[in-house]
């Protein structure tokens, strides 16, 4: 999530009641060679894989900022 969003957004997510606890406990330093190893795998397992808009199974649920 790092690289994908604010930590307000993590915190939501993880359902935090604090923004300290997101922090202090999930967000760290990764070194750029461990990202890049964990990214490189994940293209090998994965391939051209796209995660699907459609049927994601998000129907009657509330979401933030979705229609």
């Known amino acids: ?3 994908h969003g ?3 957004d993590t915190q939501g997510m993880l359902r935090h ?3 300290k ?3 202090d ?3 760290q330093t990764i ?3 461990v990202l890049a190893a964990v990214n490189s795998r994940t293209s090998a397992l994965l391939g ?3 995660m699907p808009e459609k049927n994601f199974g998000l129907k009657r649920r509330n979401l ?3 229609a």
Do not use: N, P
Request: hydrophobic residues 35%.
């Open 1 to 3: 999530m790092q690289q």
């Open 6 to 8: 604010m930590l307000k």
């Open 17 to 19: 009641a604090t923004i």
């Open 21 to 23: 606890t997101t922090g």
């Open 25 to 27: 406990v999930y967000v």
């Open 31 to 33: 070194e750029q060679s």
């Open 48 to 50: 051209d894989w796209k």
């Open 64 to 66: 933030k900022g979705r």
